[in-house]
């Protein structure tokens, strides 16, 4: 498979590895309600995600992300501190300005490649991600999509339209289109699956009942097809009416078909008897709804416009460059996640993941939750926060989220652990580096924080100086043969002891594995 090479690749494709795990801190101030699930997150999206991890990791049904298209004009700043003196020359700088300035794809690709991997980690192994995109990445996102995901689970690229007037005064062309590109985590998944629409009225009002059918509405398809089987016939209903499939075609169906479908009455020759001959197609035979197509209208899902204008109403100014519609977003929802499932907005501006989540549970009564990450101070405060508060007062939802900061690193520069990181914390980050999935909080019980594969984990954490594996705590461990670890500053048991009880010790901070 061809993959795709950059300057600085090399540096960044294991650099979430290196991401420090922070802690995020709930800032009660800025949340509304309590215990809603739903989480709005201040802060750069590379360390949110990872401080997500533990909590989250593989769990998240949808992820929709809007990231700077690298248009040349977005003045966005690439600021990772990737270990690579090559990329420590750019951090910091504005990206190119100029859409000439080759280097600014190359930063792209840095800045999205380890978002990416620790994105494509939180997803449950049925869900997707569905990127929006123009011409200047889309080229190179596919490529990096199709190397991290794996090229087969590659779902759509979406053609938006966003905008419905044309610009003469454009170069070449009037764009009037973004991508939105679909990868599934794993297509295989037998739960893998891309939602019905639900039908429209104009999809409806094709169907008429000009014979006053009892089936009800009804609409017609031709008899012949480009292609099929090489028998063709002619055919002679018994009006007299003579059938055979126009020149370079075949029938659609067998004349068994024909036959019964004519003794039923679902064979239509127009209002006069004379036309054509056409099968009847019911709509009570439809399905629920309709298979998404692979371009969305903005009559169907909104423009650009439609976008200011929702936030036009929420903000009396308008507070936001370059919002979503919520219909779109609805959208990709709707056929992405189940009623009780979480999505994702990394780069989530205005908010308007979260809105369209809240108006998508409104409207079908689901309790999906949110989560969304802004890393601009004023926008994730003043827009993003203040819209989902406006819009949860305006149309009295009862959910509300947690507003949180991302704190220190949980390690500090010597190694230690940050003394702000409590018990339940520590456990779950422990819990999630030796297994890689997340801890089941309800089965806590004081240093037991869980169990996976046969093994039981403990943790020794309460004061410093005082987080000691001792004969005492042995005690209370049961003989029952499964194999222990146990997490604590020092061991005062002998090793042959801890043999006896199947104990692996696990000294805090050394052996504490970094994500
Ligand atoms: C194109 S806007 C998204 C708009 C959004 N879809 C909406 O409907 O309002 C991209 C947003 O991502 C934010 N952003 C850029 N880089 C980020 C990062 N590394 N972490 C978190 N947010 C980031 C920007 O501040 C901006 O608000």
């Not at 990445?137 to 339209?161: A, P, R, S, Y």
């Not at 479908?261 to 127009?270: K, S, Y």
Request: hydrophobic share 35%; proline share 4%; with cysteine.
């Amino acid at each position: 498979m061809p993959t795709l090479n950059w300057i600085g690749k090399e540096a960044v494709v294991n650099h979430d590895k290196e991401v420090p795990f922070k802690l995020l801190k709930k800032v009660k101030s800025q949340s509304v309600g309590e215990n809603s699930h739903n989480l709005i997150i201040h802060g750069d999206n590379l360390e949110a995600l990872k401080a997500l991890m533990p909590y989250y990791v593989g769990k998240i049904k949808c992820i929709y992300i809007d990231p700077p298209y690298n248009t040349g004009n977005e003045g966005w700043v690439y600021n990772d501190k990737v270990n690579s003196p090559k990329i420590k020359k750019w951090l910091g700088k504005v990206v190119g300005n100029e859409p000439t300035d080759l280097c600014r794809h190359d930063k792209w690709l840095c800045m999205m490649y380890p978002r990416l991997k620790l994105l494509r980690d939180l997803l449950r192994d049925d869900g997707a991600i569905f990127i929006s995109i123009d011409d200047n990445e889309h080229c190179h996102l596919k490529m990096i999509l199709d190397e991290m995901f794996g090229i087969e689970n590659f779902v759509t690229n979406i053609i938006w339209q966003k905008k419905y007037t044309q610009s003469n005064d454009a170069k070449y062309f009037s764009s009037t289109h973004d991508f939105i590109v679909c990868y599934a985590k794993n297509i295989k998944n037998a739960d893998f699956k891309i939602n019905l629409l639900e039908r429209t009225e104009k999809q409806n009002a094709r169907y008429k009942n000009l014979d006053n059918d009892p089936r009800g509405p009804w609409m017609t398809q031709p008899l012949h097809a480009k292609s099929g089987n090489d028998k063709t016939y002619t055919f002679t209903f018994q009006n007299g009416v003579k059938w055979k499939p126009p020149a370079g075609t075949f029938p659609r169906y067998s004349l068994d078909t024909l036959r019964k479908a004519e003794m039923n009455g679902e064979i239509w020759f127009g209002a006069k008897g004379t036309a054509v001959p056409r099968l009847k197609k019911y709509l009570n035979e439809m399905k629920d709804g309709v298979i998404p197509k692979t371009i969305w209208l903005y009559d169907e899902v909104g423009s650009n416009d439609d976008a200011k204008k929702e936030l036009k109403n929420v903000f009396d100014d308008n507070p936001f460059a370059t919002p979503k519609p919520t219909k779109l977003l609805k959208t990709i929802f709707k056929i992405s996640s189940g009623k009780d499932d979480i999505v994702l907005d990394s780069f989530a501006g205005s908010g308007t993941a979260g809105h369209s989540i809240l108006d998508l549970n409104k409207e079908d009564g689901g309790k999906r939750k949110f989560i969304l990450v802004e890393m601009e101070d004023d926008i994730a405060k003043n827009i993003t926060a203040e819209r989902i508060r406006r819009v949860c007062k305006t149309n009295e939802y009862s959910d509300g989220f947690e507003y949180c900061e991302l704190t220190k690193p949980l390690f500090d520069e010597n190694g230690q652990i940050e003394k702000e990181c409590d018990f339940n914390q520590f456990a779950t980050y422990i819990y999630f580096t030796e297994t890689q999935t997340n801890i089941d909080k309800a089965k806590i019980n004081k240093n037991f924080i869980g169990e996976y594969s046969d093994t039981h984990f403990y943790l020794i954490y309460k004061e410093k100086g005082k987080n000691v594996l001792t004969k005492t705590f042995l005690r209370q461990l049961k003989k029952d043969g499964a194999r222990k670890i146990v997490y604590a500053d020092r061991c005062m048991v002998d090793d042959d002891i801890l043999e006896e009880y199947n104990i692996v010790f696990k000294q805090i901070p050394y052996e504490v594995k970094v994500y």
